[in-house]
């Protein structure tokens, strides 16, 4: 029985893993100072991996498929940054989930409320990575802050497009995984 639980927690992970790095396959460009940004689903994929496996095994799957598509895709500096990054933006949502007491209390407005929390969260974190890289890439301060705010659009798009698409894809993945799982969100 416990060795049916463990296979079955690696294959969600992978599972989820494989779904995110195939959800940031699917992007479009943007145009940026710093760095080659696009709007992708894997936000949305990570975040759901969170929501659905709970925090430790969602933030390793979501994390996960973001770090092997970095690393395959050639952002391999990125890959590190962007696996943590799951783990605090995840832990936000985790956070106002247990303190809304979302497991008990599943209305539509404590989920808007969780999902809003992970996106400020990603938005504060990408903003200051792109800040710090353009720094690291040499630029001073002024033209620093010039690049962080034409990366802006393309982070608010994917904040935007990670809070549609979990608002509506989380309560149906959840009401069908709910009782079959029997993964407790930790």
Same mark, same amino acid.
């Given at each position: 029985?416990?060795?049916? #639980? ?11 893993? *494989?779904?995110?790095?195939? *959800? ?9 100072? %710093? =760095? &080659?940004?696009?709007?992708? !689903? =894997?936000?949305?994929?990570?975040? +759901?991996?969170?929501?659905? !496996? =709970? ?5 390793? @799957? ?16 990125? *890959? ?10 995840? =832990?936000?949502?985790? /956070? ?7 497991? #008990?209390? #599943? ?14 969260? &990603?938005? %504060?974190?990408?903003? /200051?990575?792109?800040?710090?890289? @353009? +720094?690291? &890439?040499? !630029? ?5 802050? *010039?690049?962080? %705010? ?10 935007? %497009? ?25």
């Amino acid at each position: 029985m416990k060795e049916d #639980r463990v296979t079955l927690t690696i294959v969600l992970v992978a599972f989820f893993a *494989a779904i995110t790095f195939v *959800a940031t396959s699917i992007q479009v460009p943007m145009p940026s100072l %710093i =760095g &080659k940004p696009f709007v992708h !689903l =894997g936000n949305a994929a990570a975040l +759901l991996s969170v929501l659905l !496996l =709970g925090y430790k095994r969602g933030a390793l @799957a979501g994390g996960m498929g973001l770090a092997i598509f970095d690393l395959t895709h050639n952002y391999v500096l990125d *890959a590190p940054y962007y696996f943590f990054e799951v783990f605090v933006v995840g =832990g936000a949502a985790i /956070l106002v989930a247990r303190t809304l007491r979302y497991q #008990r209390n #599943r209305q539509t407005v404590n989920l808007v409320l969780i999902i809003f929390s992970a996106i400020i969260t &990603k938005f %504060i974190t990408s903003t /200051l990575h792109n800040f710090v890289m @353009a +720094l690291v &890439k040499g !630029l001073t301060v002024q033209p620093a802050i *010039a690049a962080t %705010i034409t990366s802006i659009i393309p982070t608010i798009v994917n904040c935007i %497009i990670t809070m549609i698409v979990v608002l509506i894809v989380f309560p149906i993945l959840d009401h069908q995984l709910h009782g079959k799982l029997m993964m407790s969100h930790n």
